[in-house]
Structure formats: structure tokens, C-alpha cells
């Protein structure tokens, strides 16, 4: 049954990107931006996809099943906070920017080699989080068809880059769509859960006590090492920045960002929910596929077959998103701005669809290097919080910050995060954000009041 489902819901996830890439896909513009069409409803189902993926599914689980409740709400809270900031502040100036990328809007205020550096630095942090979600797919292959761990993330790899290939941001925002079901399935799953437990009471009760308190055991720098990353990054999120493009006006951009903070809290709500259900039915399982394993053994078939489908289809779309967003890196940041190799219309399509293909191949050959989800999930947030999310703020928010300024803070974020990450190898436990995000600040703040700032014309155009 569970295996039945699977294949049924992937095949309807390759029809839609079948039919969006021949009756919507003409030219780069329609691939990258989705030709600026999308309602609010596409809107906010993509953006939710997007950001409920491998990180909530699979690193989300592992750290609520070793953490529990309490903890788990500063682990969510990053999305429904950044979103609100963006309602307020962001949604409607990304809209209206006449760039498609993040390094673009950061080059029309502080020029081209910062527009290199930080979609070098996008690469990084992006291939990363494609990785995981190759990772957290491929485990839950395994679970639902017996393969081998390492031939279900070739297999996810394979559909996540043929789905990014075939329709670009139109097709992936229409299978995010699909993907909305996890709403449907998780609300059934629930009070069947929550039956075997005894109710919520005895299943707080049933949790082991150091989970009973509002840290899960972790310090208060720890607990906010794992609030700021997730946070920061949906801050200044590049597929964020393309879905308000992709909108088809500011306010349907500012109504899909509310629609992002009320979904965002319903669904981490529910997984968090879940997972510490599932500790108390199967407390001895791996910690990060208690989500796959309540699916597989502790619901009723149609059910649990009904929750892994959708578990896995979030899972395809975040990789989705985030191949064609670094793939739009990859030729209008690295080889259209840098190169000036012409990547618009037909040609500007095809080079976007080689770019996705070199780019899961990278990601895929990346995930060896983290021992865990949660391990690369952090790093490739703390690498994108700590170094553009500060630039890609000020160039929206601060007019006085000056290109010396944004350079100094892009490198000076992206090195120090690989230097306490990978040198240091994260003294006392802390997330490099905690470090990384300070000195980028300074640094950008520091160098911009002593340099001389842009004309008010140029500042104004982002």
C-alpha cells in the first residue's frame, strides 16, 4: 500500500512537470519567475513546500525526538517570525525589484564583485540543502521499498533534477500544490496518534524528563544557535526573493507571505506533535526517521501511505526549489553577470536546465561529507544567515551601507562560518551563526560608515 501510493503520487508529480514544461516553459523568464504569474493560493503553497522540506521532515524530527516539545518551538520559530518581517517590511520591495536573483538586487546597490562573491556563497549554502533533501528522500525510499539507503537518494536525486529540469519555477510551484495534502494527511493522523498515547497528557507525561522543560537540556546559546539560522535564512531567502517575483503584484506577494506565517504554524505544530508521539510508541527508532516510521508502523495503511506520499513529495519540491534557484545563480550571477555569456530566451532555458543538471550532481556528491541531516542542515543556514541575509538587508533597508561595506561583511560571514564549522569544528556546541552573523554585521556597519557612500539615485534602485 504505502509503496502503491508512492509511486502513484511521484508519477502525478512527473505529469505535472511534464504538461507546465510544454504549455508554460517558452523562455528563461518563464523557467526562473514562472513568467510573474502566480496566484496567492500557488503562491503560498510553493513557499510553504519550499520551507517544510528535509529540514522540518527529517533534521526537524531528529532534533524534536532527542529535544522534545519545549525546544521545538525556538527550532520552528524562525519561519513564522522571519515571515511576519517580510509581511510587514520585505514582501512588496522584493516584488517591485527589477532583479530575478539575490546577487542581483545586491549588485544594483553595491556593484559586480559583490554580486560574485555572495552567488558564490548562495552556491555553497544551496547545494548543501539540495543534499539533504536528496539524504531525507532517499531514507524514506528505503522505508517504503526496502532499497538500499544510497539507491534511494541516486533514485530522489534522478526525480528531484528531471522535475527542476523539465518546468522550472512554473512546474515546481504547481507540484508544491500537490504537495499541501501533508495538511490533510497530518490532521488525520493526529487524533489516531494521539489515541494510542493515552491523549496529549499522558504523551507529555510518557516523554523522557529532560524533555519536559522549555530547552530539551541545551544551554540558551545552543537553543538560540538553532532559532537563528532557520530564521535568518528565510529572512533573506533567495527562493523567497523569486517566489514575490514570480507573484503577479506586490499585494498578492504580501497576502502569500501572511498565508506563509498561519501555514508555517499549523504544520510544525503537527509534526512536532507527531514525533514526540511516535518517541513515546517506538522510543528506540533513529531519531530522524521518526516521521517515516510513524507512517510505516503506528498508522493504518491508507493513512500511513497517505502521510509518507506527501512526506516524500515535500521533500522532492524543497530539492526542486532549491536546484533552480542556485541554478539561476549559476547563469544569470556567475555566467551572465561575471561572464557576460548571453543567457536569455532559448538559450538563456537551456543553460538553466544544464545548470540544475551539474548542480544536483555536486549535491549529490556533497551529502558524504556530513555525518547527519541536522549536521548539514546548519551548516548550509548558518553559511546563508551569517553572509548575504545581513547585505541582502541593508541593501533593501540601510542606504548608507556602500559596496567596501557589503563585500567585507559577505566574505567576512562566509569565511568565519567555514573557519568555526570546519577549523574550529563548532566550539562548545554553537551553531557558527552565532558567530559568523555578529562579525558580518560589524564588519559591513564598520567599513561602510568609514567609506564614502553611493549617490541616493544608485541606492534607490534596488
Same mark, same amino acid.
Given at each position: 500500500?504505502?509503496?502503491?501510493?508512492?509511486?502513484?503520487?511521484?508519477?502525478? *508529480?512527473?505529469?505535472?512537470?511534464?504538461?507546465?514544461?510544454?504549455?508554460?516553459?517558452?523562455?528563461?523568464?518563464?523557467? %526562473?519567475v514562472a513568467g510573474r504569474s502566480l496566484s496567492t493560493l500557488v503562491l503560498t503553497a510553493t513557499l510553504l513546500a519550499t520551507f517544510v522540506g528535509s529540514g522540518s521532515i527529517v533534521g526537524g524530527a531528529s532534533f524534536i525526538f532527542q529535544h522534545g516539545p519545549g525546544a521545538a518551538v525556538f527550532f520552528f520559530a524562525g519561519t513564522p517570525v522571519a515571515a511576519l518581517i517580510v509581511y510587514f517590511l520585505l514582501a512588496a520591495r522584493m516584488r517591485r525589484s527589477r532583479a530575478t536573483t539575490i546577487p542581483g538586487l545586491i549588485e544594483l546597490r553595491f556593484g559586480r564583485?559583490?554580486?560574485?562573491?555572495?552567488?558564490?556563497?548562495?552556491? =555553497?549554502? &544551496?547545494?548543501?540543502?539540495?543534499?539533504?533533501?536528496?539524504?531525507?528522500?532517499?531514507?524514506?525510499?528505503?522505508?517504503?521499498?526496502?532499497?538500499?539507503?544510497?539507491?534511494?537518494?541516486?533514485?530522489?536525486?534522478?526525480?528531484?533534477?528531471?522535475?527542476?529540469?523539465?518546468?522550472?519555477?512554473?512546474?515546481?510551484?504547481?507540484?508544491?500544490? @500537490?504537495?499541501?495534502?501533508?495538511?490533510?494527511?497530518?490532521?488525520?493522523? =493526529? #487524533?489516531?496518534?494521539?489515541? /494510542?498515547?493515552?491523549? @496529549?497528557?499522558?504523551?507529555?507525561?510518557? =516523554?523522557?524528563?529532560? /524533555?519536559?522543560?522549555?530547552?530539551?537540556? @541545551?544551554?540558551?546559546?545552543?537553543?538560540?544557535?538553532?532559532?537563528?539560522? +532557520?530564521?535568518?535564512?528565510?529572512?533573506?531567502?533567495?527562493?523567497?526573493?523569486?517566489?514575490?517575483?514570480?507573484?503577479?503584484?506586490?499585494?498578492?506577494?504580501?497576502? !502569500?507571505?501572511?498565508?506563509?506565517?498561519?501555514?508555517?504554524?499549523?504544520?510544525?505544530?503537527?509534526?512536532?506533535?507527531?514525533?514526540?508521539?511516535?518517541?513515546?510508541?517506538?522510543?528506540?527508532?533513529?531519531?530522524?526517521?521518526?516521521?517515516?516510521? @510513524?507512517?510505516?508502523?503506528?498508522? #493504518?495503511?491508507?493513512?500511513?501511505?497517505? =502521510?509518507?506520499?506527501?512526506?516524500?513529495?515535500?521533500?522532492?519540491?524543497?530539492?526542486?526549489? &532549491?536546484?533552480?534557484?542556485? !541554478?539561476?545563480?549559476?547563469?544569470?550571477?556567475?555566467?551572465?553577470?561575471?561572464?557576460?555569456?548571453?543567457?536569455?530566451? /532559448?538559450?538563456?532555458?537551456?543553460?538553466?536546465?544544464?545548470?540544475?543538471?551539474?548542480?544536483?550532481?555536486?549535491? &549529490?556528491? +556533497?551529502?558524504?561529507?556530513?555525518?547527519?541531516?541536522?549536521?548539514?542542515? *546548519?551548516?548550509?543556514?548558518?553559511? &546563508?544567515?551569517?553572509?548575504?541575509?545581513?547585505?541582502?538587508?541593508?541593501?533593501?533597508?540601510?542606504?548608507?551601507?556602500?559596496?567596501?561595506?557589503?563585500?567585507?561583511?559577505?566574505?567576512?560571514?562566509?569565511?568565519?562560518? +567555514? %573557519?568555526?564549522?570546519?577549523?574550529?569544528?563548532?566550539?562548545?556546541?554553537?551553531?557558527?551563526?552565532?558567530?559568523?552573523? #555578529?562579525?558580518?554585521?560589524?564588519?559591513?556597519?564598520?567599513?561602510?560608515?568609514?567609506?564614502?557612500?553611493? #549617490?541616493?539615485?544608485?541606492?534607490?534602485?534596488?
Amino acid at each position: 500500500m504505502h509503496a502503491l501510493f508512492l509511486i502513484l503520487y511521484i508519477l502525478l *508529480m512527473i505529469g505535472v512537470g511534464v504538461y507546465f514544461s510544454r504549455r508554460r516553459v517558452h523562455d528563461d523568464s518563464d523557467f %526562473i519567475v514562472a513568467g510573474r504569474s502566480l496566484s496567492t493560493l500557488v503562491l503560498t503553497a510553493t513557499l510553504l513546500a519550499t520551507f517544510v522540506g528535509s529540514g522540518s521532515i527529517v533534521g526537524g524530527a531528529s532534533f524534536i525526538f532527542q529535544h522534545g516539545p519545549g525546544a521545538a518551538v525556538f527550532f520552528f520559530a524562525g519561519t513564522p517570525v522571519a515571515a511576519l518581517i517580510v509581511y510587514f517590511l520585505l514582501a512588496a520591495r522584493m516584488r517591485r525589484s527589477r532583479a530575478t536573483t539575490i546577487p542581483g538586487l545586491i549588485e544594483l546597490r553595491f556593484g559586480r564583485a559583490a554580486r560574485t562573491i555572495a552567488s558564490l556563497i548562495i552556491l =555553497l549554502a &544551496y547545494v548543501g540543502i539540495v543534499s539533504y533533501q536528496f539524504t531525507g528522500a532517499g531514507h524514506a525510499l528505503n522505508l517504503a521499498f526496502g532499497l538500499p539507503v544510497w539507491v534511494g537518494v541516486i533514485v530522489a536525486a534522478l526525480i528531484m533534477i528531471g522535475l527542476a529540469t523539465m518546468g522550472g519555477l512554473v512546474s515546481v510551484a504547481y507540484t508544491d500544490y @500537490l504537495s499541501a495534502i501533508i495538511f490533510v494527511s497530518m490532521l488525520i493522523a =493526529l #487524533p489516531l496518534v494521539l489515541f /494510542q498515547t493515552g491523549g @496529549l497528557g499522558e504523551m507529555f507525561a510518557a =516523554l523522557p524528563a529532560e /524533555q519536559h522543560s522549555w530547552f530539551g537540556g @541545551l544551554s540558551g546559546f545552543q537553543i538560540l544557535s538553532y532559532f537563528l539560522p +532557520l530564521f535568518l535564512l528565510i529572512l533573506g531567502d533567495q527562493n523567497l526573493f523569486q517566489r514575490f517575483a514570480a507573484a503577479r503584484d506586490p499585494a498578492t506577494a504580501r497576502r !502569500a507571505a501572511m498565508g506563509l506565517v498561519i501555514a508555517s504554524v499549523v504544520c510544525t505544530t503537527l509534526i512536532t506533535l507527531l514525533v514526540c508521539a511516535t518517541h513515546v510508541l517506538f522510543p528506540d527508532i533513529t531519531p530522524s526517521t521518526a516521521l517515516m516510521v @510513524l507512517a510505516q508502523r503506528g498508522l #493504518p495503511d491508507v493513512v500511513g501511505a497517505l =502521510l509518507l506520499a506527501s512526506m516524500v513529495a515535500l521533500l522532492l519540491t524543497t530539492g526542486n526549489s &532549491y536546484l533552480l534557484s542556485s !541554478a539561476a545563480n549559476l547563469t544569470q550571477d556567475i555566467l551572465g553577470g561575471l561572464m557576460k555569456v548571453e543567457v536569455h530566451d /532559448q538559450r538563456g532555458l537551456l543553460l538553466n536546465r544544464l545548470a540544475v543538471v551539474a548542480l544536483g550532481v555536486l549535491a &549529490y556528491a +556533497l551529502g558524504a561529507f556530513f555525518p547527519s541531516v541536522l549536521a548539514m542542515q *546548519m551548516y548550509a543556514y548558518s553559511m &546563508y544567515g551569517a553572509a548575504i541575509t545581513p547585505v541582502f538587508l541593508a541593501a533593501l533597508l540601510w542606504p548608507r551601507a556602500t559596496p567596501s561595506g557589503a563585500l567585507g561583511g559577505l566574505i567576512a560571514g562566509g569565511a568565519m562560518t +567555514l %573557519i568555526w564549522e570546519i577549523a574550529l569544528g563548532k566550539p562548545m556546541g554553537w551553531n557558527s551563526v552565532l558567530v559568523a552573523m #555578529p562579525v558580518a554585521v560589524v564588519v559591513m556597519a564598520s567599513v561602510s560608515l568609514l567609506s564614502r557612500p553611493k #549617490p541616493a539615485s544608485i541606492t534607490e534602485q534596488a
